[in-house]
Nanobody, 121 residues
Framework: QVQLVESGGGLVQAGGSLRLSCAASGNIFSINVMGWYRQAPGKQRELVATITRAGSTNYTGSVKGRFTISRDNAKNTVYLQMNSLKPEDTAVYYC???????????????WGQGTLVTVSS
């Protein structure tokens, strides 16, 4: 069994910064892609950023230059540094991992429980 624990959300004023963390534990052999998604009230969940095991990153256009995704493979943890936050960044942020099971050696996707980020104007 694999579990994800997210942390770092909260309330911040526009222009401020927050750092999200998502730590995975359990029967993981390796983690392929790690990513952050968000879902604002009344909207569909959308991709924010992804990072491969080798460190290649991808960002949605609205966060480029403001957000930075990173990972620590030794700790099975992914981070999202969010700077210059805007009210439109307000959403529940979810981490997502694609991992290789240590038990079955099959790939699985797993989602975190979500952490709320609220940016006030």
């Amino acid at each position: 069994q694999v579990q994800l624990v997210e942390s770092g959300g909260g309330l911040v004023q526009a222009g401020g910064s927050l750092r999200l963390s998502c730590a995975a534990s359990g029967n993981i052999f390796s983690i392929n892609v790690m990513g952050w998604y968000r879902q604002a009230p009344g909207k569909q969940r959308e991709l924010v950023a992804t990072i491969t095991r080798a460190g290649s990153t991808n960002y949605t256009g609205s966060v480029k230059g403001r957000f930075t995704i990173s990972r620590d493979n030794a700790k099975n943890t992914v981070y999202l540094q969010m700077n210059s936050l805007k009210p439109e960044d307000t959403a529940v942020y979810y981490c997502n991992l694609n991992y290789l099971s240590r038990i079955s050696y099959r790939n699985f996707d797993i989602w975190g429980q979500g952490t709320l980020v609220t940016v006030s104007s």
